[in-house]
Every structure is written in C-alpha cells, then in structure tokens.
C-alpha cells in the first residue's frame, strides 16, 4: 500500500518552523507521510489557484484576519478577538453586504441573536432555518419508528438543500452556517454556491463545544470513543 498523508500523526513543526524569514524550511527529516513531500505535484497546482486574483485577495484578506486576531504583550503573543467580531471583521474586509444565515432550527435563539448583531453592523441578512419548506421526513424514506418526537406525530425534515438554494437565490455575497446538523452541513455546502464560514456547530450534550468530548475521551463518561470499533 502507498504512503498516505499523515500530518495528525506527525511529531515535527516542519511545515511552520521557527526560523528567520530569510530561511527556507527543511524537510530531510520529515516523516514518509509528509504530503508536502510526497504531494508535490498536488502543491504545485493548488498553488497556481491563488494566482486568480479574486482567490488571491481574499486569501490574502483571510491571512490579514487571522494576524489581527493575536496581538503582541511583555509575556508573549495571545488571541483577542472572538470569532462572532472575526466574522463581522473578514465581512467587512470583504465589502460584502448581504449575509447568508443558515442555522438549526435547534438554535433558532442562538441566530436571532446573531442576526441582531450582523444588522447593527450594518449587515443586510438573509436567514433561512433548517426545516423550511414544512417537508414530512418520509419524503427521504424515514419510518415512523425513526422520527425523533415518535411515530404518531408530524415530523418535518431537514432541509439543507433547499437552505442553500434560496441563499443563493437571494444573492447573498456570504454565508454563515450555525448548527446544522452532521451530514446535513455537508449537504449545503456542497450545493451552497457563495463562500461561507462556520460560526457554531451543534452539539447538544457538550453545550455546541463538540472538542470537549475530544478532550474528554480518555475520561469515564467519553472513554467509549477511543475504544476501537467492534468489528
């Protein structure tokens, strides 16, 4: 079997090392899993996108905001901008307009907030909940013994698709998803056609913190996650 990228895996700082700006990085120590070693070809084209110069300014915009995210104090750099004032900031940046809100009906508190403070600053938002369209969840072949609020009662379906193509209907210059669902946000962004973020993403049991479980998963409530799959 090839060599497969594994940068998860690796113990090195090779891709971002501490050196002058001057030097160039090295990588003769790299592990055999490295993709800027193995991927160069893969580099070199991925390279060439940035040479588009929408691509390039708003990859350069992006890089701008990640730097004025951290500041510079005696005892060493920290952060200082949370992300809901980094996503007004890059929009901004942007001079975009019109703002996308996709967001779980779960959340519906959490997005009215949010959609308070894109319009103090001087955002036009257009938002669009996860179950538009009122579709009954057997329209995507759901048995009754599957619907969340039991098989007697309504149901409507998640409806990420629909979610995107009335943002892009509308014309939104971007978007920002909160909450949607795993397997449902994969489905709007595949078909969402303008550049998004993500400001949330839902997990009920951690409080939308879904790392928390990942920090906990040696721990007794967590450990069933790094056990390995029965098989």
Same mark, same amino acid.
């Given at each position: 079997?090839?060599?497969?990228p ?7 700082i ?49 890089s ?48 009215? *907030?949010?959609?308070?403070? *894109? ?9 669009v ?17 599957e ?6 009662l ?43 973020t993500? *400001? ?15 920090? *906990? ?15």
């Amino acid at each position: 079997m090839s060599e497969r990228p594994q940068c998860a895996r690796c113990s090195g700082i090779f891709c971002y090392p501490n050196i002058a700006a001057d030097q160039t990085p090295g990588f003769d120590e790299a592990p055999s899993s490295c993709p800027t070693v193995l991927k160069t070809d893969v580099i070199e084209k991925a390279l060439g996108r940035y040479d588009a110069e929408e691509v390039r300014e708003f990859a350069r915009l992006a890089s701008v905001q990640e730097f004025e995210c951290y500041e510079h104090t005696p005892t060493g750099i920290r952060t200082r901008i949370p992300r809901m004032e980094e996503t007004v900031q890059f929009a901004r940046k942007n001079e975009y307009k019109k703002l996308g809100l996709a967001f779980c009906s779960g959340l519906a508190n959490e997005a009215r *907030l949010v959609t308070d403070i *894109l319009e103090r600053n001087g955002f036009d938002v257009v938002s669009v909940c996860c179950k538009v369209g009122a579709i009954p969840k057997e329209r995507i072949g759901i048995r009754p013994e599957e619907k969340i609020s039991g098989p007697d009662l309504y149901e409507s379906m998640c409806n990420p698709i629909t979610q995107a193509e009335i943002l892009n209907q509308e014309g939104v210059d971007f978007v920002i998803l909160v909450g949607l669902c795993v397997g449902h946000d994969s489905l709007f962004i595949k078909y969402c056609q303008a550049p998004m973020t993500v *400001l949330a993403v839902k997990d009920r049991v951690t409080g939308h913190n879904p790392l928390a479980a990942v920090y *906990l998963s040696r721990s007794p409530y967590y450990r069933r996650l790094g056990r390995r799959a029965q098989t």
